[in-house]
């Protein structure tokens, strides 16, 4: 008697040669089915729903991938954080030990059939409208030009420039680092990011996993002409409990001298990008060093302003931070013109004065953001820690509906139409 055919399962696996770990995958997942340990991020098959939210923001092309797999004989969690490398597709011979013909297998990937969640319901999920396509008008990004499955795995920088750009404190230090390619040829655009090998090893002796930085320089240079960029970094001094900690990546990147060198590979991002036409708006809210692909966008638009030959729409910048001690950018940022660029900071512990957050001074701002949301050519960008998105997402709900708009409708044409980009980690 013929036994019926176990089910063939498509399995969700994220690539751990060209993963640079940022983190995006995890923040990004509406139901927690990815999470990490201290060598890879790996995909829970039982949890895991084909939502497919995941695959938009990742840098790397890492997260898409899948294997066509027995359901009995899915990879565990232990197997994928063991792995340098993904293993190849089960052969037929392979599947048809299990009783799976190949030909049963599903396509690759799979289609989302997963609902998503109203934002009036109790269970907001801000990540619904993160559109996964830029602006119509944004440049052709160039991406994965150099890494472990490219014709080069890294390019070498020299680093041309290291400052501080916060006061010195206890618990944070951040730079603004500039690396030189040289006649080298590595095409980048606002809104993108590269990432860094550190040098040496790791606790299992293995090289360390490159990690991401977003570019805070525009498209011709952080010198205008120059074969350059520059990047925000912050390191962390102090954990929760006041005890030193040196990371690896950013306390190496923060200690560089000027003619070191760095492995560089990348360039990540094709979506995060800001519109080119001329009457575009731009709202960009960010934290920390969230700033970076804000000062990019920023800068690229000063430089066209005073060419003279770029009639600009409008830049709304919401920034926040501890305190302006910890604002990189903040003395620069005070400098800019008023009818250029309009500014508001928020500040979260300032002594003697209430928190607020970006989302506060968001709502203090509604009658403008109102106007700019009703407006077909305004284009959004959220940058800084997770748990800030959900709470700027729900204040534009919010604004939108107040002034009469139906969000719903709004939010899904934000998304279809590239305007509504959320980077957290």
Same mark, same amino acid.
């Given at each position: 008697?013929?036994?019926?055919?176990?089910?063939?399962?498509?399995?969700?696996?994220?690539?751990?040669?060209?993963?640079?770990?940022?983190?995006?995958?995890?923040?990004?997942?509406?139901?927690?089915?990815?999470?990490?340990?201290?060598?890879?991020?790996?995909?829970?098959?039982?949890?895991?729903?084909?939502?497919?939210?995941?695959?938009?923001?990742?840098?790397?092309?890492?997260?898409?991938?899948?294997?066509?797999?027995?359901?009995?004989?899915?990879?565990?969690?232990?197997?994928?954080?063991?792995?340098?490398?993904?293993?190849?597709?089960?052969?037929?011979?392979?599947?048809?030990?299990?009783?799976?013909?190949?030909?049963?297998?599903?396509?690759?990937?799979?289609?989302?059939?997963?609902?998503?969640?109203?934002?009036?319901?109790?269970?907001?999920?801000?990540?619904?409208?993160?559109?996964?396509?830029?602006?119509?008008?944004?440049?052709?990004?160039?991406?994965?030009?150099?890494?472990?499955?490219?014709?080069?795995?890294?390019?070498?920088?020299?680093?041309?420039?290291?400052?501080?750009?916060?006061?010195?404190?206890?618990?944070?230090?951040?730079?603004?680092?500039?690396?030189?390619?040289?006649?080298?040829?590595?095409?980048?655009?606002?809104?993108?990011?590269?990432?860094?090998?550190?040098?040496?090893?790791?606790?299992?002796?293995?090289?360390?996993?490159?990690?991401?930085?977003?570019?805070?320089?525009?498209?011709?240079?952080?010198?205008?002409?120059?074969?350059?960029?520059?990047?925000?970094?912050?390191?962390?001094?102090?954990?929760?409990?006041?005890?030193?900690?040196?990371?690896?990546?950013?306390?190496?990147?923060?200690?560089?001298?000027? +003619?070191? #060198?760095?492995?560089?590979? $990348?360039?990540?991002?094709?979506?995060?990008?800001?519109? =080119? !036409?001329?009457?575009? *708006?731009?709202?960009?809210?960010?934290?920390?060093?969230?700033?970076?692909?804000?000062?990019?966008?920023?800068?690229?638009?000063?430089?066209?302003?005073?060419?003279?030959?770029?009639?600009?729409?409008?830049?709304?910048?919401?920034?926040?931070?501890?305190?302006?001690?910890?604002?990189?950018?903040?003395?620069?940022?005070?400098?800019?013109?008023?009818?250029?660029?309009?500014?508001?900071?928020?500040?979260?512990?300032?002594?003697?004065?209430?928190?607020?957050?970006?989302?506060?001074?968001?709502?203090?701002?509604?009658?403008?953001?109102?106007?700019?949301?009703?407006?077909?050519?305004?284009?959004?960008?959220?940058? +800084?820690? #997770?748990?800030?998105?959900? $709470?700027?997402?729900?204040?534009?709900?919010?604004?939108? =509906? !107040?002034?009469?708009? *139906?969000?719903?409708?709004?939010?899904?044409?934000?998304?279809?139409?590239?305007?509504?980009?959320?980077?957290?980690?």
């Amino acid at each position: 008697m013929e036994t019926a055919s176990p089910e063939v399962f498509q399995q969700h696996l994220i690539d751990p040669e060209i993963c640079i770990r940022c983190n995006t995958c995890e923040a990004t997942c509406p139901v927690d089915a990815i999470t990490h340990d201290a060598s890879n991020y790996v995909v829970d098959a039982t949890k895991c729903n084909f939502c497919l939210a995941c695959v938009p923001p990742c840098p790397t092309g890492s997260i898409d991938n899948w294997r066509h797999m027995p359901r009995q004989r899915v990879y565990s969690l232990e197997e994928q954080f063991g792995w340098e490398e993904l293993p190849p597709e089960l052969s037929a011979g392979q599947l048809a030990e299990w009783g799976v013909t190949a030909e049963a297998a599903p396509a690759t990937p799979p289609t989302n059939t997963a609902s998503t969640t109203s934002a009036d319901t109790d269970t907001f999920n801000s990540g619904q409208y993160n559109a996964s396509v830029p602006p119509w008008s944004a440049a052709h990004p160039y991406t994965n030009l150099f890494g472990p499955k490219s014709a080069q795995p890294y390019i070498t920088a020299t680093v041309a420039g290291n400052v501080r750009v916060t006061d010195v404190g206890h618990q944070y230090d951040t730079h603004h680092i500039v690396l030189d390619f040289g006649t080298q040829t590595f095409p980048v655009l606002e809104g993108q990011s590269i990432g860094i090998i550190p040098p040496g090893t790791d606790a299992k002796g293995k090289p360390h996993h490159a990690r991401q930085y977003s570019i805070a320089s525009p498209r011709n240079g952080e010198r205008p002409g120059y074969n350059n960029i520059s990047l925000t970094i912050k390191r962390v001094l102090e954990d929760h409990d006041g005890k030193p900690v040196r990371g690896v990546a950013s306390n190496y990147m923060c200690d560089l001298k000027v +003619g070191d #060198k760095v492995q560089v590979i $990348g360039p990540f991002g094709s979506t995060f990008l800001m519109p =080119n !036409h001329p009457h575009s *708006n731009i709202v960009m809210i960010c934290t920390g060093t969230g700033s970076a692909p804000m000062r990019a966008m920023t800068e690229w638009r000063r430089r066209l302003r005073n060419s003279g030959k770029f009639e600009s729409g409008k830049l709304m910048l919401f920034f926040g931070a501890r305190t302006p001690q910890e604002l990189p950018y903040f003395g620069p940022l005070q400098k800019l013109p008023k009818d250029f660029i309009d500014i508001n900071f928020a500040f979260s512990r300032i002594p003697e004065q209430p928190k607020r957050y970006v989302q506060d001074v968001m709502r203090e701002r509604a009658a403008d953001l109102s106007l700019l949301l009703q407006d077909p050519n305004t284009s959004i960008f959220v940058c +800084g820690l #997770k748990s800030m998105e959900e $709470g700027v997402v729900k204040t534009l709900h919010d604004i939108a =509906n !107040h002034a009469g708009l *139906n969000w719903d409708k709004l939010g899904a044409e934000l998304k279809q139409q590239g305007r509504l980009h959320l980077e957290t980690y």
